[in-house]
Structures are given as C-alpha cells and as structure tokens.
C-alpha cells in the first residue's frame, strides 16, 4: 500500500493525466446517458408512465400502432375479460391556439379508465408543455377537422408522446377528427405473460416502446455511445498501465527478489487504480448532477443518482479488468534478468 502511494506521489503528473481522461470521459458518459433518459421521457413518457401489462394491436398493421384497427367485438371481449383494461388510440395532429398558430399535439383517447384523463365532449387537457406556450385554462382551441371548438380544462405533467404534447379529447372528438370507428390499441395491465387473441398481437410494454420508431433509433444510437465511452475507457486503463508495467520491469523484478508476492504487486496496482478512478468520478458525478439542476427547462435532460451510481460502478469493473489485464506480464517477470535490465 504504501508503494503505490509513493509512487503516485512520484509520478503525480502521469496520474493526473489518466484521471483526467477517465474524468472527461465519465463526464461525457452521464450527460450523454442523461441525454438518453430525457429524450426518452420526452418521447414516449404515456406509455412510460403505465404500469407493467401488455398492448394488444391488429395482426395486419405490421408492428404499426397507427394502422392498428381492432375489430369493436374483439374489444368488447377482452374489456369485459379484464376490469383494468382500456381502449386507447395516439395519433399525431394539429390545434390552433386563439392566434391562430398551429401547434403540434399528440391526440390521445381511450375508455373509461383510471390511467388516463376522462374527458367529456369538447372538452381537452393537455401536457403542461403547452402553458409555456401561452396556452390557459379556459382557452378555446379549434383543429381543421373538427367541427367544433375545445376550451382547455386544464394540464398534466409529463405526458409526451413521439416528442410532442399529449391532448386528451373525448372518444366521439377523436372519431370525427380522423374519421374511425375503431381503437388502435387494448392495453391490459399487470399482465405478464399475454394471452392468445385472434387477429391481434401482443407486445409488453417495453416492446411496445420499441415499435415506435424514432424512440428505438434514439435510444439505440445513444446507448451503443455509452458503451463506446465504457469500452474506451477500459482500453485506456489497461493502455497506460501496460506502459507503466513496461517501465517498471527491473523494479518489480527487485520487489520479488526480496520476496514480495504478485499478488501484492497486483494489490498495489487496484490500489492505484481505485485511488485515481474514485477521484474522477466523483467530480464527474458532482458536475453531472449539477448540470441536471441547472440544465435549460426545455432541454430532454433527465440523470438520476441511481444511473449516475450504476453507471460508475461499471467503470470501477472496466477499470479493474483493463488494469489487471494490463498486469499479466508481472507474472511472466523474471527476477534476475529484470535486475540485469536496470532499475527504472
């Protein structure tokens, strides 16, 4: 123990430059995986925000929601078999607010139930994204396609969909606007395991998000550089002390002339390793969460403790795997000739 601190000590400048790196690049990794949580939450947090259960769409709509239709005695039957279930249609769609301006919405609607907004002919409710947009209560919102007019009753937190605020509208509202008679969709909740329905197809709620196509392409995009950071970062590890190792050849031969283990070199490398990692990423997990304070309110930023905890102790794992690996030729060191070669 006492040697890998001297020689920290010594080489304070070749540790500072590792920490460093390993600094930037965890620093780089949470705000990134902060990135992919936010964007996912601004993409699909409807569906996220359900409990576990499972989705049920027309066969023939090709893994499509929108161009799901099921038949009205199918639904019947599978809301009348389970008392939670609920009828749901998402289709994205235009209002024009009292200026006139058009704003982009994602219209949902659905039957009676607990896990969304009941609301009554005429009648919206929306994410509360839209009152940053001037949007109040009691304001009369118009769509090309409906007949009528819909005053605003008032707005729900966090409740997005394909990127763009959810609107809650009345079953018969939505039917006219789009012209349908069918529900895209029957969600059965706390269902693990789904049942076998004709015509339809079952999906949980994970790969239901997956079908919607701009969360897959942002989520996978995102996740495989998180990845790219870990794997690089480990690649650094084992890099720079294999190249440490490679200078100290005479010194470790002369430590196991006089009798010292290679599990001790070994422990006196972790040792090095742990001290310099542990320092980086505390203060890259400090800033992060200090970025996740201060972060523009229209930024898709969202990095909890626990991710940011997670996500450290894998690289505490890659550091160690990249620093042992690095360490195999200790084994492979003979004490005489690494003596004859000269003390670094």
Do not use: C
Request: no cysteine.
């Amino acid at each position: 123990m006492n040697i890998a601190w001297k020689e920290i000590k010594k080489n304070k400048v070749k540790f500072l430059i590792l920490g460093s790196i390993v600094f930037l690049i965890s620093l780089l990794t949470f705000i990134i995986s902060g990135l992919a949580n936010g964007l996912s939450q601004d993409n699909a947090a409807l569906i996220k925000d359900l409990p576990n259960g499972q989705f049920y769409m027309n066969a023939d709509a090709d893994e499509t929601y929108n161009l799901s239709r099921i038949d009205s005695s199918i639904q019947k039957k599978l809301l009348n078999e389970h008392n939670d279930s609920t009828a749901l249609s998402i289709q994205m769609g235009f209002l024009n607010d009292k200026n006139g301006k058009q704003r982009s919405v994602a219209f949902v609607t659905s039957t009676n139930s607990k896990l969304f907004k009941d609301v009554k002919d005429g009648e919206i409710i929306l994410d509360r994204s839209m009152e940053d947009k001037g949007i109040k209560v009691g304001d009369i919102l118009t769509n090309n396609q409906f007949s009528g007019e819909f005053i605003v009753k008032g707005f729900v937190d966090q409740k997005k969909f394909s990127h763009a605020p959810v609107a809650f509208i009345n079953i018969e509202n939505y039917k006219e606007i789009y012209r349908v008679e069918e529900m895209q969709l029957v969600f059965v909740p706390g269902k693990d395991k789904a049942q076998e329905v004709t015509e339809l197809q079952s999906f949980s709620k994970k790969q239901f998000l997956n079908t919607i196509p701009s969360y897959n392409a942002e989520q996978m995009t995102l996740n495989m550089i998180v990845w790219f950071l870990l794997v690089i970062s480990g690649m650094l590890f084992a890099i720079f002390f294999y190249m440490m190792n490679v200078q100290k050849i005479g010194m470790y031969g002369i430590l196991k002339a006089i009798g010292l283990k290679t599990s001790a070199i070994f422990k006196m490398m972790w040792t090095q390793m742990l001290f310099i990692t542990a320092i980086a990423l505390g203060l890259s997990m400090a800033i992060s969460q200090v970025f996740n304070l201060i972060a523009p309110k229209g930024m898709p930023f969202s990095l909890s403790i626990e991710t940011t905890t997670q996500l450290s102790l894998v690289f505490l794992i890659i550091g160690f795997i990249g620093a042992t690996l690095s360490g195999i030729q200790i084994k492979k060191v003979d004490p005489l000739r690494a003596i004859q070669q000269g003390e670094i």
